[in-house]
């Protein structure tokens, strides 16, 4: 566990459609420990979908044989949730983040928009043919988890 | 996620439970295309109501439903969206294109 985290949760799991749900419902779950509004816990639940539908569509192409990898952490004073994949990667991790205007059509590309808006930081480190990861940070007031009951 | 239909005058509503996300955002495109196909409307109404979470996979299926029905010269318009997936739909931009009602009455009256 990394220095100063009260507890961590880590799950992996094939790239399939049928775990976005499973991930978001076990992240949000895992952040219920902080002080989140129940507005916030579906914030939460949307950037881990998001992150993770990334790496199912673009990282592996929809391919079930990649493998994603979450980890989330608790912090006094923050939920920070890493998804990262070994997928494809970003060629251009800037133009991908880059804030676009929304166009009607099945894929929008607005999963990096959902990430910005519903966290406090974020970050994206990924090489093409290598990979992502997304980082992603979201504040609490107060933490209920006791720093004891992690060690 | 389950899509229950219904025929009003000239509007497909379509009524969906669950969440509208990456894994049911395929089934909603098919079944709303093969709805609104098979029953000749031209416009489509989504009702929110019993959705509790919607993403950007799930925007998706409602905008490529908008851009077909649109490029026929119809409407879509959204109800029933809780303060979460208003927010969403808000923050995407979406409500630039699809007209958002607080229930099917009102969207029905608004487009009359």
Redesign the interface.
Known sequence: MEAGALNRMVLEFPSRAENVGLARIAVATFAAQCEFTLSDLEEIKVVVSEAVTNSIVHGYGEDPRGMIRIIAQIFPDRLEVTVEDGGRGIEDVEAAVRPKEILPGERLGVGFMFIKAFTDDFSVYSRPGEGTRVTMVRYVKKVAVQSAQCN | MKLDFEVSGDTLVVRVRG?L???S?ESF?REVDRQMNERGTQNLLVNLGGVD?L???G???I??R??RI?ARGGRVAIVGAN??IRR?LE????T??VGLYRDETSAVLDSE
Not at chain 2, 91 to 94: E, F, K, T
Request: aromatic share 12%; net charge negative; no cysteine.
């Open positions: 969440d996300d990456l894994v955002a495109r979470f993403d950007s996979a925007l998706g299926a905008l490529g908008y851009k649109n303060p979460s969403v923050i995407s931009g979406v630039g294109y």
